[in-house]
């Protein structure tokens, strides 16, 4: 994860948490040359989930990590497991209420 970071703050120029198209231009101006501004409005297209005109860092890493790595056949199975509490292979509401709710007191009406 920290490889994403460092390159986040290198482009983040501005260091306010967000890379700006600008930011994303001098940046990749190097590797792409004349066609910066084509490639980065292809990575904005993509990445700016909420459209507001730049790339947060949530954004940011949700676009960079490495979705194969993160979501193995092993850890989506665990994670199943967690919510599957009665092992029956299948998932219901209240299996979803009593693990996002443990050790809270939410209001029946909420589920």
């Given at each position: 994860m920290s490889?994403?970071?460092k390159a986040f703050n290198y482009l983040d120029k501005e260091k306010n948490g967000k890379i700006s198209?600008?930011?994303l231009i001098d940046g990749f101006r190097d590797i792409y040359g004349d066609a910066v501004e084509e490639e980065v409005n292809k990575i904005f297209d993509r990445i700016d989930f909420d459209g507001n005109g730049v790339i947060d860092y949530?954004?940011?890493v949700i676009a960079t990590i490495d979705k194969e790595k993160l979501l193995t056949k092993e850890k989506l199975e665990?994670?199943?497991s967690l919510f599957?509490?009665?092992?029956?292979?299948?998932?219901d509401a209240n299996e979803v209420?009593?693990?996002l709710c443990a050790g809270r007191d939410i209001d029946d009406e909420v589920w």
């Open positions: 490889e994403i970071i198209r600008k930011e949530s954004e940011w665990l994670a199943f599957d509490q009665d092992g029956s292979g299948t998932v209420k009593e693990l």
